[in-house]
């Protein structure tokens, strides 16, 4: 995973809380129990939200970060147990949606942990009169770093064919994406369904000058 926005917090507000004449030290005792229980709760979402790929609480998740680092900046020697017991109350209420992001983010990872991953093998031919010096293949979404399946090896040139290429077909049916260069430098991009095809598949690289450019042909499909 992106990738995560959220970070991991420690008590390290507990030791801003210098008692002085203001609260009770019962006051006191009660608010560093409540923020240390606030800082078990951010950093349970947070060892779930590094695990999954879906992306889509990044930003509250963030936003809540954010509200438990305003909660660092009371030092509890300068108030009153009235407002001491305010703050308990915005910890608890931030404990609260912790609560419900955690069980969001449970049931994600649980559903991306039983989310069938079919592997689908291709042989891929260039068919075109045009070589490629870079081939990536990877699923449409990933921000990762995409490797550059000819580093090393000759250009794939016209008639030639590559094997061993693998896409994982998943429930949702992500598409993959076939992004290739040539010798001039000009990039293509392919976007490749992987619900339509078996287990293996030949495909066919054909270059329409006046219509779709750069395409695909299954060839073979099992």
Request: hydrophobic share 40%.
């Amino acid at each position: 995973m992106n990738r995560k926005i959220v970070f991991f917090l420690f008590a390290c507000f507990l030791s801003l809380m210098l008692v002085s004449c203001g609260p009770s030290k019962e006051k006191v005792e009660q608010a560093q129990a409540k923020y240390v229980q606030l800082i078990d709760k951010h950093n349970q979402a947070v060892e779930i939200h590094k695990n999954i790929d879906d992306a889509s609480l990044d930003e509250a998740l963030l936003k809540l970060k954010e509200k438990v680092a305003e909660v660092e900046t009371y030092n509890l020697a300068d108030m009153q147990d009235e407002e001491i017991d305010l703050l308990i109350q915005i910890m608890d209420a931030l404990i609260k949606s912790y609560d419900g992001y955690l069980d969001t983010l449970s049931g994600i990872w649980g559903a991306e942990e039983a989310a069938e991953r079919i592997p689908v093998f291709i042989t891929l031919k260039n068919n075109t009169e045009i070589s490629f010096s870079s081939l990536k293949l990877y699923e449409e979404g990933d921000s990762g770093i995409h490797v550059n399946v000819l580093e090393n090896l000759e250009p794939l040139t016209p008639g030639q064919s590559l094997t061993g290429l693998v896409i994982q077909r998943d429930v949702n049916n992500t598409p993959w994406i076939l992004a290739l260069v040539d010798l001039e430098g000009r990039e293509y991009q392919i976007v490749i369904h992987g619900e339509e095809y078996g287990e293996s598949v030949s495909l066919d690289m054909v270059y329409d000058e006046g219509g779709q450019g750069l395409t695909l042909l299954s060839m073979a499909v099992s």
